[in-house]
């Protein structure tokens, strides 16, 4: 065996602390090493040239490199023995900076020291590494896209645009999500059903997309390039292909109950059309408030629908199909105010939601108004957001904006109108937020700096009391209103925490769905293939919920679009010999990747090296050291714990 | 670490989050005491009873364990195995005449170097005063 060693001044940054010739010189000592050689910068093309140069004339196998750590160059080193034809995982980095001449920068002698036992131990360990091959997977081009808010659409488009299969599966029986219930968007003021209906309008046009409204995930097994998808299609009814949303089974319907689409403030028939740029453009029958499904008793809807769309027959259907990477687009809900004793009034008659008001201008615009709205309206911040005491730390990103927004229609509809915002910090932070802000206080709407303390409705009157301290000046505010809105915060849906169990992703404070990395993989997940966007990871506006959702299509095309994809070699494994086929490994393992089998009459594990993420859970439990993971043998870590207390070893 | 009078304490370090927040530390330039070796194992999860009585036969003074925190674990819920696991070893230290404060299970994420320099520090104080190990352990 020919062990090379380097070892890395980083230009001073190891250099000016540790003693360089004395570990050279300790290394040169080492069993195994043909080579050690000093430089001043090991990262550099001119460092690497040499490396490669000297694994190919001094024909090293193993590859010491003393230097930064190996999260920092890992990567770097393990391309370039790579380039010299050897396996990336017979490189062994010393992380002799960050974690010996930066934190013992005033104790060289005892850095010195330590930097040969570092050095000792990579020895150790690349000793008995073994020259482990990239393994590479096929994989499809199938995509499974939960949730068809504008993130899933927006998902689904890129994808059925580029040539991928897209199984957009939405549990409403219409896409398009709560942006569907808005009035207009900040801070263009652009119509958002005008904006939305042309992208909702392409997902059933568009023939790589498969859309599946009314239906809901009931389970997700496999891995990356064979997820195994149930899903259940809730009957609906009425034939989607048949229903000309003509609204005569509504006329006759004789069931009235509360329009989720507008708040609750409006009522529908038991059959309706969602929402009106619903996609599909049918009907749909509510099956827990139908007087006829069961049994069959009104069937008024059904004698005057003449294309004969509805069929009381129908049943759930269970949906069972292969993809190879998943995308989340869950999306949130509204926080709820009562939660909160302060608000414990909200939707009372004067004291509404900000989605309330959406829908109340909406309809307003539409030509059918459900209320007057009044002369002085009060918006309050914050509510649900930014509040330990109801468990949201957060700050829920669009309020500031929206509020903003909503002051604007109010006041463009009537100039006379008084609005006041009240705020904690107004955050107009996006691009053109803080020029709508400033415009909005220019049209007279008074932002004021406050938590609202004290909320009152009057019973005769049904005016609305607030009481608060203006932070700025010190004073005290209680004044009178027609109509308090709450700026209600956004949490997890509850779909998100749902499928969040089912794909076994890690939540971040607050529920949402959490990023491999803040930084630099901020669409990913930790379960492979399956990524996020919108608000299902957290609150944020459209433009950043779109560019997300354009960003996690991106993200899976770049996985299946080479048809292969490379999987880590260092995975578990098992010694047949060993094992006794107990299946405690298969008990610990996260992933499921490990199953008993019978081989030859006798019961073994078996590691599916697709599945398998390398934590090492299994080899640590197993109690015949049967199991083992490859990079992290025992005899390695027991060689590395050899070095480390000194006891020489050969 | 030859030398019988200093303490030799051992660092085992999830990739993750630990030895993340020990190269954390480091690139603050927060100063330790030295006396502690890291070896990196994917995750806290991989390391077994048998790893850690390795160490203290071949002369370790004290064991840290270090992984993310709860709920922050790469690998789903790999550091509530590890917490099981030390709270057994703990009791089996004592029956083997071992200080069970030889060894220190601590939550650090990558960003906590601040955490990193603490905890080391406290432990190798502490493991000063134990000095080395009075038994021999002989392997089972």
């Known amino acids: 065996m020919k062990i090379g060693v380097y070892v890395c001044h980083c230009g001073g940054n190891i250099s000016e602390v540790v003693d360089i010739k004395r570990v050279m010189k300790f290394a040169e000592q080492q069993g195994d090493v043909v080579l050690v050689k000093e430089h001043a910068h090991m990262c550099s093309d001119v460092a690497r040239k040499m490396l490669v140069d000297d694994i190919k004339e001094h024909n090293l196998d193993k590859v010491v490199i003393a230097a930064c750590s190996p999260q920092f160059h890992g990567r770097t080193f393990m391309g370039t023995v790579e380039k010299a034809g050897l396996s990336p995982y017979v490189m062994e980095m010393a992380n002799i900076r960050e974690q010996c001449s930066w934190p013992h920068y005033y104790e060289p002698e005892y850095a010195t020291k330590k930097a040969k036992d570092i050095v000792r131990m ?38 059925g645009d580029a040539g991928f299969k897209v199984y957009l599966v939405e549990k409403e029986p ?8 808005l009035s207009r968007t900040f801070p263009t003021e652009d119509c958002a059903a005008c904006i939305l209906s042309p992208k909702m309008a392409d997902v059933p046009a568009n023939p790589n997309i498969e859309l599946l409204t009314n239906t809901e995930i009931e389970s997700i097994s496999g891995f990356l390039g064979n997820y195994d998808v149930v899903a259940v299609k809730k009957p609906r009814y009425v034939d989607t292909s048949k229903c000309t949303a003509c609204d005569k089974c ?37 099956d827990k408030t139908c007087l006829g499904l069961f049994p069959l008793a009104c069937s008024k809807c059904y004698d005057v629908c003449d294309p004969g769309a509805i069929n009381y027959d129908q049943k759930p259907e269970r ?3 292969t993809v190879d990477t998943i995308i989340v687009a869950t999306g949130y809900e509204i926080f709820d105010p009562r939660k909160k004793k302060v608000y414990e009034f909200a939707r009372s008659k004067n004291i509404i939601t900000a989605l309330d008001l959406e829908r109340l201008i909406s309809l307003e615009a539409e030509g059918t108004s459900l209320r007057p709205i009044g002369k002085r309206i009060a918006f309050i911040q914050c509510v649900g957001s930014r509040d330990e005491l109801v468990g949201n730390e957060y700050c829920s990103r669009i309020c500031c904006m929206y509020a903003t927004k909503l002051s604007q229609l ?8 008084d609005v006041y915002v009240f705020y904690i910090d107004l955050r107009a932070y996006g691009k053109g937020f803080e020029e709508y802000y400033k415009r909005a206080q220019r049209t007279g709407v008074k932002f004021i700096r406050g938590r609202v303390a004290e909320l009152h409705e009057d019973k005769r009157t049904n005016k609305v009391t607030l009481k608060v301290e203006d932070t700025l000046t010190r004073d005290i505010i209680e004044s009178e209103f027609d109509l308090v809105v709450l700026s209600v915060g956004l949490r997890p849906s509850p779909g998100t925490l749902k499928i969040a169990d089912t794909l076994r992703l890690i939540k971040s404070p607050g529920g949402w769905l959490q990023e491999a990395h803040p930084k630099f993989r901020p669409v990913d997940t930790l379960a492979d293939g399956v990524f996020i966007c919108g608000c299902a990871q957290g609150p944020k506006d459209i433009p950043d919920t779109v560019a997300q959702a354009s960003a996690a299509a991106a993200r899976a095309i770049r996985l299946m679009n080479k048809g292969e994809f490379e999987v880590d070699p260092i995975t578990a494994f098992v010694d047949e010999e060993l094992c006794s086929g107990c299946g405690i490994c ?10 008993i089998e019978l081989k030859q009459g006798k019961r073994v594990s078996r590691v599916n090296e697709v599945v398998c993420q390398g934590c090492g859970a299994c080899v640590a439990a197993c109690p015949s050291g049967a199991q083992q993971q490859r990079w992290f043998m025992t005899p390695q870590l027991h060689a590395m714990l050899s070095a480390a207390l000194g006891e020489e070893v050969s | 670490m030859k030398d019988n009078n200093e303490p030799k304490v051992i660092a085992f370090c999830c990739n993750w989050c630990s030895y993340a927040g020990a190269d954390a530390a480091g690139t603050s330039r927060l100063q330790m005491k030295p006396h502690f070796r890291i070896i990196r194992s994917m995750c806290s999860s991989r390391i077994d009873l048998e790893l850690i009585l390795e160490a203290f036969d071949r002369g370790a003074w004290g064991i840290l364990v270090a992984g993310c925190h709860p709920g922050d674990c790469h690998y789903v819920d790999g550091n509530y195995k590890t917490l099981r696991r030390i709270i057994l070893l703990k ?20 960003n906590e170097g601040g955490k990193f320099q603490k905890v080391v520090n406290e432990f190798i104080n502490e493991i000063e005063k134990l000095g080395p190990l009075k038994k021999e352990v002989s392997k089972q």
């Open chain 1, 319 to 321: 949906l069972n199909f």
């Open chain 1, 174 to 181: 219409s896409i398009g999500g709560k942006m569907v219930k």
């Open chain 2, 91 to 110: 009791s089996l230290l004592s029956s083997l005449g071992i200080e069970p404060e030889r060894v220190r299970l601590e939550w650090i994420s990558a």
């Open chain 1, 122 to 159: 990579a020895i150790a360990k690349a000793r008995l590494d073994e020259p482990l091959e990239k393994k590479t997977s096929p994989i499809g081009k199938r995509v499974l896209v939960i949730g068809a808010g504008i993130a899933g659409i927006q998902a689904a488009l890129d994808l």
């Open chain 1, 410 to 417: 109010l006041k463009r509809a009537d100039p006379k109108r």
């Open chain 1, 250 to 286: 509504a006329e006759v319907c004789p069931v009235v109950v509360p329009n989720e689409h507008d708040e609750g403030l409006s009522s529908r028939k038991a059959i309706y059309l969602p929402n009106p740029i619903a996609v599909p453009h049918s009907y749909v029958l509510d």
């Open chain 1, 586 to 595: 298969a008990g610990v393992c996260p992933y499921d990747a490990i199953t």
